[in-house]
Structure formats: C-alpha cells, structure tokens
C-alpha cells in the first residue's frame, strides 16, 4: 500500500522527465498531486455534432483527423492546420479545422487517421468552421482506454512534458493502490458528514455529475474550512496580545469636528464611534475601514488619530506612495496645526519635520497646551506622556520606508495605513508587532466583493462608509470611439476656458514596441500643442519625488492647467478644481483601477467629466466599459469587475499569508466561505485554545500553515 506523504520520487514506475514534469507543477509527494484537482471535466460518453454556426462557449468534440497541412507567411511565422470528420454523422455534416499557429510541436503530435477530443470556441472563418488553438487529446486504443474515454474525465492544469493522458494515467494508478484510511479531510460533522476518500477519489474520476457536485463541495469546504480556522486563530491571537487604552477624552476631536467647513454624514459618525469603542479597550484595534473614493475615510482617520494623541501617545500614517504620503502630510498639516498637534514626514525621498508645535511640553507648558485644548491632563495621559521625548513628533507620516527607515516611535499607539491593498500582510505585521501591541486601522478605497472581505480581511473587524458627502459635485461617465477626438479637445478646451483643470491618463510612460498603446512622455508635446495656451506638465513615476512634488504644487496652486499623466495618480490625489479626466486607451485599465482614477475628480462642488477613449471596438471592451458609464458605486463596479474577469488570484495569497486555493472559487462557491467561517468562528468561541477531544485534531491545520506550534497560536 502507498502512503500519502509518499514522494513522488520513490515511485520507480514513474519515469524520471514525468518526475521532473510534476516537480515544475509544485507536485513533488502523493498528498500533492491527489490535490491537484482537475480543472473541468468532460462527458465522454457521448459527443455533438460538429456546430454550423460560432458559439462564445467553448465545446468538447470528437473526430478523426483526414487531413493536415502546414502553411508559412510573413517569414517566419506557420499555421498548422487539421480537418476533423465526425465518421459517423451524416453526409451533410461540415468538417471541423482546428489551427495552432506557430506551436511547432503540435504538428509532430498530429497525424491523419487518428482520433482527436478537441475543446475550444468554433468561430466562423469565411465559410470553414474552425477552432484556434484548441486543447487536444489524441485518442489511442490501448488497454486504458476506460480511463480516458466514455466516461467524465478529468482535465487538469498540466505542463509541457506531461499530457494530461499521462497525468490522468499516474493519478488514476495512485489511487488504485492507495490506502484509503490515509484519505481523510477535517471537516466538523456539523459542517459535512460526507467520507474525505470518497469525496478524492470521486472528484477525479466521477461515476456521475451528481456524485462529482457533491464531492466537489465537500472538498471545497475543507478547503475553505482550514483557511477559516486560520483566519479565527489570528483573531484568537490578536484578541489576547497584551494592548493598552488608546482613547483620550475627545475634546481634541470636538474642536477639531467644530473647525470643519461641513458636517460629517451619519455613516462617517457612525465608523467614528466604532473606532472610539476599540481604542477604548485593552485590547488591540484591529478594523478595516472600507469607503469609496471621495467617501471622507480621511477625516475619519484624523478622528481616530486625535483621540490616540489626546491620550499621550504617538501615531504613524502610512501610505503606499510618494505622492500620498506627502498628501496626506499637507492636508494633515493644514487640519491638525492649528490644534497644535506636531507632524513629521518620514519617506524614502524626504524627512523633515514641522515647524516647533509640539501638543506635549515638558512642566507648565503641557498644562497650559492641555488647557489651550480645553481640558486637564488626566493622570493616565500624564503617565503616557512622561515616555515619550519632548519633541518627539505627534504624528509620523510617510510611506513604507516607515518599516524600514529608523524611525524612533517612543509611544506608539495607533497604526492607520492606507489603501491596505498594496501592503502584505507580513508588512502590516512589522509595524504592529512591537509591544505593547497598537491600535491598527486599515483602509482602503478599492471596493472589496464580501467573499473576499471573509478571508483576506477575515481577521480584521469591518467598518464601512456607505454613504457620499452631500457637497461632492457629479461624475458624468462618457465612453467614447478614439475617432471622437476633435470633438473631446473642443469640450477639453471649453472646461479650460471656464477656469477648470483636467488630467490626461496613458497606461504607459513611453512608446512600446509590443504594445500597441499611446504613451505619456510621447504624447506631451501634442498636448501642449493642442491646449496652449494653457500650460501643460507631465507626470511620470521615473520623475524625481522632488520634481514631482513641484509639479504637483503648480497643478494644485493653478499655475499648471493640464496634468498628462499615467496611472502614478490612482490613489489619493484631491484637488477640487481638477473637473475633467481624459483616459487614453482605456480598454488597457482594469475596470477597478478606472474607478479608482475616476475617483481623482468630482472633489469639489462643480459637475465633474471622466472621458473614457478606446481604440478597441470588441464586444468584451464595450461591456467593461460601460459599466462606468452606468455607475458611480464602487462596490457595484467591483461585483461587475469580478464578473468579467473571473476570481483570478484576487486573494493575492502572496499579500495575505493564506494558503493558496485549490479547488474552491470564492465567486462561485461564496455560500459555502460562509458556512465554513460560522463554523470556525463558532469552533473559536467556544474552545479557544483547541483543548476539547473533538478539537484537537484542528490544531494542525493552523500549526501547518503558520509553520509553529499549537502554543505559539493560542
């Protein structure tokens, strides 16, 4: 019998390319490749006809090769051809020719009077029926025919060197002489009493389509199962970290709500007393603060930060970017001096630190600060002051350099890091792992579906701003054909001329061979041309951060009418009188980074224009695009963007720490992510530390992934 942590390699009937194969697909022990779940699945039983017309959804058929051929044109560049015939339909019936172009050893593997399964789109080519670079299976009569063909059968990711024949081959044999007591999945009976072997062996090669559904969901609960639990074991682990109050009377912040030129909306009150209730306790905050771009999340963030400060104690600020960074500094500079709170800036291109306004002074001079603020210096605040250095700073601003730079924090009390989804979770952990543990408030403007707010985020409470300030000015959304230029510059001038300013975004700095995409640096000088006598500038991420910050000076002060940049402004750029957004080859943006973009106008009170340009006239490109057009809701474009372009790593598993996805997909199988997480959360709340007979065996499931033991975890 084979054990399942058997290695590959002491299976002396596999020969040694297979071997090598398997290792380049990460298959190097038997655990790994029972794991490795087919991708789809196709009914052999019986095949179509071959279609007559074009189909967007790619089919499985079957026919017998009468013919090849191999053709060149342009030099070097071949199509291979072969013409299929289904032997048994009638006479009538059209050939099917299946082209692989430039794929040299497609043409060594083909040859006229064999079998062929196919499966891709037939598309109509003149008045041929044909199917660019299908996946293919040549059908042989051997003695292994029953695993092949007239059945379900299996099709998995697979590489060059090991066709999915042979792949299904090894794995069909495996679990001939595999130990079935060595199956087992962890699922809590409450969850699924469904049998781990029967769920393995039947999701490879399934009776039926009814026994592969459900043993496709046992399998994909236990997968989301186990990431669950080590969600709730990072939950379990942070509630018990040893953490300190964090929250001062709120006086600072009173006077700071007072001084606001508009009145807070109910959702930003609402994430305000959240936030107040965490840092309040002694243990860790730690929220994640969801709001569209141009929501307010800021003024929430500088709420938070008032009530760490008016308590003694530090907080840092961090932002993904240059620009953001030195931002979120000038528009906390302008709020918070005037309350006399102290800010520095920490990035890899600048450290300076305000003028001398330090919130706490050494003797009477921090009762008469306390006293300007209208309170008295409470005893806890007094004692928590008495550790940091006199002219320590309040608030630390800057980029990721913050983790790396030698920034002397001598209090910290709160961590707010921005557009959290550019930082891993391995970052965030180095600045929140010191002790005694701060208060952590992440954010984000890039509208996250719920599944993925569940496993990401799942170890963060959730607080969301759904709600738009009342004196934000209107986006109008506009797609428009790359020929409807002359009629763009004319609008773009009119805004101009009435005083507004406009962005102009590429997707890329300079001209690429490959890409057939208009550049930054290339079209600048056309716009200068095109808009003077307006000034032009141009934006890249290569410009120095000094330069850059001067550009963005002269565009803020108004001396720069017109910004021609790339997507270095995704995030966080607010300048009220920037009314116009001009995209060049939008369809080369991912629908959520055009909403995030989008999101840098309409931050004033006049009506606001993102002109979306496309030189791509497909049906895909119209359907992303319109969207926009439809709606200004983020979380809406977010839903619609995961339609679009399927889950794909959207977990970023790299950024979150977590175990990668197998089979389970976090669209599709989204009820099951929920029924999983009340399980492990349930599991949690009533047996921390795992110690029931009935819990134990869950231990490993955390302690497999973290790479520790069980006593580090509890």
């Not at 299908?134 to 998995?156: A, L, Q």
């Not at 003028?355 to 008295?376: D, H, I, M, T, Y």
């Not at 800057?398 to 001598?410: D, K, P, Q, W």
């Not at 993925?452 to 109008?476: Q, W």
């Amino acid at each position: 019998m084979m054990e399942i942590s058997q290695p590959l390699a002491e299976l002396d009937w596999i020969p040694r390319p297979r071997l090598l194969a398997l290792c380049r697909l990460g298959l190097e022990t038997v655990e790994d490749l029972l794991t490795h779940y087919p991708r789809r699945h196709e009914d052999r039983h019986q095949f179509p006809e071959f279609p007559r017309e074009e189909s967007d959804t790619s089919i499985c058929l079957c026919g017998e090769v009468v013919k090849t051929s191999l053709r060149r044109f342009g030099g070097w560049k071949k199509i291979f051809e072969a013409t299929l015939h289904q032997p048994d339909a009638n006479a009538l019936s059209q050939p099917l020719v299946c082209r692989w172009f430039n794929l040299h050893y497609v043409q060594k593997m083909i040859a006229t009077g064999q079998r062929l399964v196919v499966f891709g789109k037939p598309r109509l080519r003149g008045n041929r029926i044909c199917m660019d670079h299908p996946e293919f299976e040549v059908i042989e009569n051997d003695e292994e025919m029953s695993i092949h063909f007239r059945r379900i059968t299996p099709i998995y990711p697979a590489t060059e060197g090991l066709s999915q024949r042979a792949l299904r081959g090894i794995i069909y044999r495996i679990l001939q002489h595999l130990d079935n007591e060595r199956l087992e999945t962890l699922l809590p009976a409450a969850l699924d009493g469904g049998d781990g072997t029967i769920a393995i062996r039947t999701v490879h090669f399934p009776e039926d389509w009814e026994s592969l559904s459900a043993a496709r969901e046992h399998l994909v609960l236990s997968e989301f199962f186990a990431m669950q639990m080590l969600i709730a074991a990072r939950r379990a682990e942070s509630s018990v970290r040893a953490g300190a109050a964090h929250c001062g009377r709120g006086e600072l912040l009173e006077k700071f709500l007072r001084s606001l030129p508009f009145e807070l909306t109910d959702a930003q009150n609402r994430v305000i007393a959240e936030i107040r209730r965490d840092l309040a306790a002694n243990h860790p905050m730690n929220r994640l603060l969801q709001g569209d771009v141009g929501s307010g999340k800021t003024v929430v963030a500088i709420a938070a930060i008032l009530l760490a400060i008016e308590a003694g104690f530090q907080a840092a600020f961090m932002a993904p970017t240059q620009i953001l960074a030195e931002q979120h500094y000038a528009v906390l500079r302008r709020w918070l001096e005037p309350l006399r709170v102290r800010l520095s800036i920490r990035t890899a291109a600048r450290q300076e630190e305000s003028g001398p306004l330090p919130l706490f002074e050494s003797g009477n001079a921090r009762k008469e600060s306390s006293s300007r603020r209208g309170g008295v210096t409470s005893t806890r605040d007094a004692c928590a002051t008495q550790t940091r250095r006199d002219d320590a700073p309040d608030v630390i601003i800057g980029t990721h350099a913050l983790l790396y730079e030698t920034v002397s924090f001598s209090n910290l009390g709160l961590v707010v890091i921005d557009e959290q989804h550019k930082f891993g979770v391995a970052q965030r952990a180095r600045l929140t792992s010191r002790e005694p543990a701060p208060d952590v408030l992440v954010m984000t403007a890039t509208p996250i579906p719920r599944t993925l707010t569940m496993t990401v985020y799942g170890d963060l409470d959730v607080s969301m701003i759904d709600e738009m300030p009342r004196n934000r000015g209107k986006i109008i959304t506009a797609v428009r054909d790359e020929s409807k230029l002359g009629e763009v510059l004319v609008f773009l001038r009119t805004q101009l001329e009435s005083g507004r300013q406009i962005y102009v975004i590429y997707p890329l700095i300079d001209e690429s061979e490959k890409l057939n995409a208009k550049a930054a640096a290339a079209e600048y000088e056309t716009w200068r041309e095109r808009l003077h006598p307006f000034r032009c500038e141009l934006l890249h991420g290569r410009i120095p951060a000094p330069e850059k910050q001067e550009i963005m000076e002269r565009f803020r002060g108004g001396e720069t009418k017109a910004l021609i940049s790339t997507t270095v402004l995704e995030v966080g750029v607010d300048i009220a009188n920037a009314t116009v957004m001009l995209i060049e080859n939008a369809e080369r943006f991912g629908l959520a980074q055009l909403h995030q973009l989008r999101g840098r106008i309409g931050r004033g009170e006049h009506k606001s224009y993102c002109i979306l340009l496309s030189s791509d006239p497909s049906k895909e490109t119209a359907a992303k695009l319109t969207v926009l057009e439809k709606t200004s809701n983020g979380f809406e474009v977010a839903e619609a963007d995961w339609d679009l372009r399927g889950p794909g790593d959207l977990l970023g598993t790299a950024q979150s720490g977590l175990p990668a996805l197998k089979i389970g997909n976090l669209k599709r199988d989204a009820h099951l992510m929920r029924r999983a997480r009340a399980a492990a959360m349930s599991i949690f709340a009533a047996d921390p530390r795992l110690e029931s007979a009935e819990n134990q065996r869950f231990r490993r499931l955390i302690v497999e992934q973290e790479g520790r033991t069980f006593s580090n975890v509890s």
